[in-house]
């Protein structure tokens, strides 16, 4: 060992000992911050299911690769990351001696392929992320960037630390060619001996070289450990563990469908025995999150795929998914000291620490451990009320995120409290919540006009207790009952169902709300209440019939949703198909048959509730293909550019259809130029929400003779009963 390679082995050994040390303390800091929040015992269930997942989120990279061009680089990024990372280790050995190497592996000329290849592609892919950041940066878009809050530096740390170990590492070799040390032959490293031939025959230019390539690594060891919040970096070691705690690791749109039910210390909440002052009713400290939603603020990548997908954010809203996600995680960091010092506030507000605990507790911390976690800038809350409420639960950013961040939960959570205990929220929604109260329905309409749709119509719709057997119960839902629009819809699906001759009956007066915009508002109780009352009426409904044959069809995707996902919380399992997946068998079955072609041409919105929420793309489209033909183009259906996974809002879920919309661009009359642009003439729609909010918005741009929004299932009975 010559006095360089002293020199280089002791620098080396110095520079890694810290950054260990950091990177031990900075990952016990974490688990003690993930470890404040509350027990949430369902994530330790089907350990072979998760495992399957995560390997294939991670290894498989099945989420990043929607975005075909950015989810292969990152692949290429994080398999050099992974299988580079050896090259690192290398590099301890070279430093001792220019000669030095991996053992056992370090000769094999497959090996040196291996690296070779993961280096190149790895060097071409990380410039290929750098100018996608760069050309995205958000003072070139004017903030409409998906960077937009983003901690720009740190991104461009990050990469330029992945270019240069990489970089390094073929610097490392050439010197190897150069000196006459390298291991393996021409074919299976090209760039490393081409790299060595403009390269000196300097043997201490091997161990110097991988001296900087250890320096550079820990360096960034050493950022990221003191940098606990820096999630463009730490994403990589936590993305497993957050995949692998996913919520349902079996189901397509984990995090989506149903909401979490409410919990206090892990349990589900009892409204029959619940005590306010005893147990959690929503969250209102970051705390009173599970551990899962700390580890999901922990992972955040800040890559805001979220938020270039959130329709709140694109219309001009406060909510970013990301930067509420980030405002959640720097809190919860900040008030950490607090926390392990043993302080807090107990549920009815009192200080739980005692004087001495506190007294050496950072003053930063102690003044953000009295911050609001909802409140607006002049109370110095967390999170702005403008925020909160601008969400429409449709999920577009749990779809979208590529470490699986569960973001509606979190806000839903955050509005229970709100909602529950603070009474604080839109005061237009307060008229929908005693309307639900009262009458049964959203809009207060009387219970007894339930069935008036059916008048009319040219045969009887049978009801429950009138017909002794029936294949499937028509769940109406409210809006089916009494919205103008959506009446005729019932109508059709009813019309469709007679004229195929399924046997179907429904509950009349005997249905009440099914409970999603209450839930969703963050009024649980209210849920539960009429939840449990339908649940009693349609189990007896059901009464001696095995799951598989308690079958319910319904028109309206939250209905569809909550029947289906969110009962069986509340004992009530059944099968929910919605309309559209029922006549798209009903048509391939040859039980209804299109006579007419439906012409104009036609583009179909996808409901939240129905395409990203419970994944239902293909039926819909099946049975408009059926009634136009078949056609494409001008003359059939015509794709709006975000459709499917990626599909807009139309800006009433998450209970927004009963709050108004003051803030920025409406968000359905963004959809609605987006429908225009296709052409189409008709824009159909499997929703109820939806057809009240787009064709509200093709009327306020004065649209209305031009451009008509009607359901799938009235598209396909004019094509069927032309007459």
């Keep these: ?49 998760r495992t399957k997942v995560m390997l294939a989120e991670t290894a498989g990279h099945t989420r990043m690769l929607r975005w075909s061009v950015v989810g292969a ?38 090996y040196g392929l291996l690296t070779e290849a993961i280096g190149i592609l790895g ?38 630390v992945v270019l240069a170990v990489l970089v390094m590492g073929f610097v490392i070799r050439g010197f190897k060619v150069a000196t006459d040390h390298f291991a393996y032959p021409t074919w299976a490293t090209p760039l490393s001996h081409a790299v060595g031939a403009v390269l000196p025959d300097w043997e201490n230019g091997v161990s110097i070289a991988a001296l900087i390539k250890i320096s550079i690594s820990m360096t960034w060891v050493i950022v990221i450990a003191l940098n606990v919040t820096m999630g463009v970096a730490w994403h990589r070691f936590l993305a497993f563990p957050n995949i692998f705690f996913k919520r349902e690791p079996a189901e397509a749109n984990s995090g989506l469908g149903a909401l979490r039910p409410m919990t206090s210390q892990g349990k589900p909440l009892d409204f029959e025995e619940a005590d306010p002052e005893t147990d959690q009713f929503g969250v209102s ?77 950072d003053v930063l911390a102690l003044a953000e451990a009295e911050k609001p976690l909802v409140g607006d800038a002049e109370s110095g809350g967390v999170i702005d009320p403008d925020v909160l409420w ?91 009952a009494f919205e103008d629009r959506a009446k005729k819809t019932t109508r059709a699906v009813a019309t469709l169902l007679h004229e195929a001759g399924v046997s179907f009956a429904i509950l009349g007066e005997g249905e009440t709300c099914s409970g999603d915009p209450a839930r969703r508002i963050g009024n649980e109780f209210v849920f539960q209440m009429l939840a449990q009352q339908n649940v009693e009426t349609l189990n007896e409904v059901f009464e001696g019939r095995e ?65 990203r929420h419970n994944r239902v793309f293909a039926p819909p ?19 709006m550019p975000r459709n499917s996974e990626r599909s807009f809002c139309c800006g009433a879920g998450g209970a ?28 159909a729609v499997g929703c109820p929400f939806c057809s009240t909010m787009l064709n509200d918005g093709v009327n306020g741009k004065g649209a209305g003779e031009e451009v008509e929004v009607v359901d799938v299932a009235s598209v396909l009975l004019r094509s069927v009963r032309p007459e």
């Design 1 to 49: 060992m010559g006095s360089v390679q002293i020199v280089t082995t002791i620098l080396a050994a110095a520079i890694t000992a810290v950054a260990v040390w950091l990177a031990v303390r900075a990952v016990m800091q974490m688990v003690a911050v993930v470890r404040l929040g509350q027990p949430d015992p369902s994530r330790s269930t089907d350990v072979g299911a």
């Design 621 to 639: 489209r099946e049975v408009l293909g059926s009634a136009i033909g078949g056609g494409t183009g001008d003359a059939g259906l015509i794709e």
């Design 390 to 480: 601008s969400c429409t639960t449709c999920g577009a950013c749990v779809e979208q995120c590529p470490v699986d961040i569960e973001h509606v939960d979190h806000i839903v959570d955050m509005r229970r409290y709100q909602v529950l205990i603070e009474s604080s929220f839109p005061s237009e929604a307060g008229v929908m919540l005693r309307n639900l109260e009262n009458k049964g329905n959203p809009w207060g309409a009387p219970p007894n006009t339930r069935e008036d749709w059916t008048k009319g119509l040219d045969f009887e719709v049978p009801r429950v207790g009138e017909v002794e057997d029936f294949e499937y119960l028509f769940w109406v839902g409210c809006a089916g």
């Design 123 to 160: 060097t071409i892919s990380i410039l290929v992320l750098i100018g996608i950041r760069v050309r995205n940066r958000p003072t070139r878009t004017g903030g409409k960037s998906r960077f937009t809050g983003s901690t720009m530096w740190q991104g461009y740390f990050v990469e330029a």
């Design 285 to 361: 400290q970051v705390e009173q999150f599970t551990w899962k939603g700390l580890l999901d603020f922990s992972t955040c990548t800040e890559c805001g795929r979220c938020q270039s997908q959130c329709p709140a954010w694109n219309t001009g809203k406060p909510l970013s998914p990301k930067l509420l996600i980030l405002s959640l995680r720097d809190h919860a960091y900040a008030k950490a000291p607090y926390l392990l010092a043993g302080g807090g506030k107990d549920l009815t507000g009192e200080e739980k620490a005692t004087a001495a605990q506190l007294a050496h507790v």
């Design 547 to 611: 799951p598989a044959k308690r079958k319910i069809v319904a028109t309206c995707p939250h209905c569809f949703n909550t029947l289906g996902n969110e009962y069986g919380q509340l004992g009530g399992e059944f099968e929910v198909v919605h309309h559209t997946q029922l006549l798209a068998h009903l048509v391939a079955g040859g039980k209804l048959t299109p006579v007419q072609p439906v012409d104009g041409g036609v583009t179909y919105h996808d409901p939240c509730y129905l395409g």
């Design 656 to 683: 927004r259809m009963w709050m108004e919309e003051r803030i920025g661009k409406r968000i359905n009359v963004d959809r609605v130029e987006e429908a225009m642009s296709t052409g189409a003439k008709t824009v």
């Design 73 to 110: 680089a990152h692949w290429f990024v994080m398999v050099g990351f992974v299988v580079l990372s050896l090259l690192v280790l290398e590099a301890y050995f070279e430093v001792v001696s220019p000669t030095g190497g991996l053992p056992l592996v370090g000769g094999w000329a497959l």
